[in-house]
């Protein structure tokens, strides 16, 4: 396996086809080619199909279907790679680059496979096909030729290797900018994965492109300046999501399960809190459902293991709702943090953050943050903290901590008379919560 592809041992022609002359010719026909010029353009498309160098290398790796046909999108994909490479425009090249890919891919000599791998990983072979084509479309070709090979021979590795050659496709198209490109071409093959019935197959496209990010992720810490590279974390949640919906559709929802938590990780490495909280709190949610599903499904069915099951997807939903509590935490303190100090927007993350937590049977922490969301609603003078404030005492009344339980009543109090100017009605009420904190304090000192 190099970069995931599996490699083919060849027993060909190991030189370049093409003479360094018939290089030169070459490099010499396009110098001075400018893409927005569509006759230039129109020109070169048609000089390079009748070069003898790019004949020669077109009947070596491709053996099927008309030789003309086969010209032409190789010119296609030549000059685009060109056109990428000069970042320019490719919208006068005639022929459409994808179907140049998937057409070609489908009429590999064997020689052509072998050359085809030998382009990728660490050290790949520098022959025609890095001259012809740019690493995501021979990643694709590679991802349409192991499709085609899946189809002939279900039993074989090649819907794997289809999955792995597209999800560097990718990382390729997103690194040359075109990020939104390289997923159409997932969505296309994942489409004839769901439509052939097979679910798990199309979502293994999604997850071998989150994966791939994932790697491309630690790869540009060494290489790319930060201010230049994709959030790759932040692609691979999105790619993680693409595969969980794909589970949902087919009904499995434990996997749905797996697939988003994996994306409230990816969100988390991205710096993205507030998504990955949102993500956490999905989870949980689909968890505590089929908790109650194998709950039901064990009273009317006596067989072991079905207990277990609702108990352990009721453990990873508070232990879901635990981190979604954490991540908000994380993403209001960013919020109050700002050189505005966002205190309102702050405190309805806190309050997210605290519904978290009860959620998780974690009071204290769910408190914590309730006092926290009515100090950033004091801050803003509005009116929720009261609120947020009453949730608090019942949460560390909840806990146990009837200290604390007294320090959030006198800040409900104060709340109170932030909130409207003092009146008997609310001088009243003020002093009924100040009584109760004195009496909570009282409790708490003499335990």
């Known amino acids: 396996m190099v ?26 026909a396009l110098a001075d080619l400018k893409f927005d010029d569509e006759d230039a353009v129109l020109a070169a498309y048609d000089k390079i199909t009748h070069m003898g160098g790019f004949d020669s290398f077109c009947d070596w790796v491709f053996h099927l279907g008309d030789k003309t046909t086969n010209l032409r999108a190789l010119a296609t994909l030549t000059l685009c ?7 320019q425009k490719t919208h006068w090249i005639p022929g459409s680059r994808q179907e140049a890919v998937n057409t070609l891919a489908g009429r590999l000599s064997p020689s052509g496979i072998a050359a085809l791998l030998e382009t990728f990983g660490a050290k790949p ?14 990643y694709c070709m590679a991802g349409a030729m192991y499709l085609g090979k899946g189809g002939d021979d279900p039993s074989s590795e090649c819907d ?3 999955a792995d050659a597209y999800a560097q496709a990718v990382v390729a198209y997103t690194r040359d900018g075109r990020y939104a490109h390289g997923l ?7 489409g004839v994965y769901t439509q052939a019935g097979e679910p798990r197959l199309a979502a293994a496209i999604y997850l071998s492109v989150a994966q791939a990010c994932t790697h491309a992720a630690k790869s540009d810490l060494e290489v790319a300046a930060p201010g230049t590279r994709p959030n790759w974390h932040s692609l691979a949640a999105e790619a993680y999501e693409m595969a969980a919906r794909i589970y949902d559709d087919a009904g ?4 749905v399960a797996a697939a988003y938590a994996q994306a409230a990780a990816a969100y988390m490495q991205g710096g993205r809190q507030e998504e990955a909280a949102n993500t956490y709190m999905r989870v949980a949610q689909i968890c505590t459902q089929i908790a109650t599903a194998y709950e039901q499904a064990a009273k009317a069915d006596n067989r072991a293991g079905l207990d277990q099951k609702a108990f352990a997807m009721a453990s990873d939903a508070r232990a879901a709702y635990e981190m979604a509590g954490t991540t908000y935490e994380m993403a209001a303190k960013e919020h109050a943090a700002k050189p505005l100090g966002l205190h309102s927007l702050a405190a309805q993350v806190d309050e997210r953050a605290a519904q978290a937590y009860e959620n998780a049977g974690k009071y204290e922490l769910a408190a914590n943050a309730y006092m926290r969301a009515g100090q950033g609603y004091s801050a803003s003078h509005d009116t929720r903290a009261v609120e947020v404030y009453e949730k608090a005492v019942t949460a560390y009344t909840r806990a146990g901590r009837r200290d604390l339980a007294a320090i959030a009543t006198e800040r409900l109090a104060q709340a109170h008379e932030q909130a409207e100017k003092p009146t008997s009605g609310t001088r009243k009420v003020t002093g009924e919560l100040r009584k109760m904190r004195s009496e909570r304090l009282s409790i708490s000192r003499s335990q």
Not at 125 to 138: C, M, P, T, W, Y
Not at 252 to 255: C, D, I, N, T
């Open 3 to 28: 970069d995931g592809l599996l490699t083919i041992r060849r027993f060909f022609r190991t030189v370049p086809l093409v003479s360094p002359d018939r290089h030169k010719e070459f490099e010499v």
């Open 81 to 87: 790679k060109l056109a990428d490479d000069r970042k």
């Open 125 to 138: 072979k520098n022959h025609e096909f890095l001259q012809f084509l740019a690493e995501s479309d021979r």
């Open 160 to 162: 794997e290797l289809a």
């Open 184 to 190: 159409e071409i997932c969505a296309s093959v994942a």
């Open 252 to 255: 499995l929802p434990e996997q």
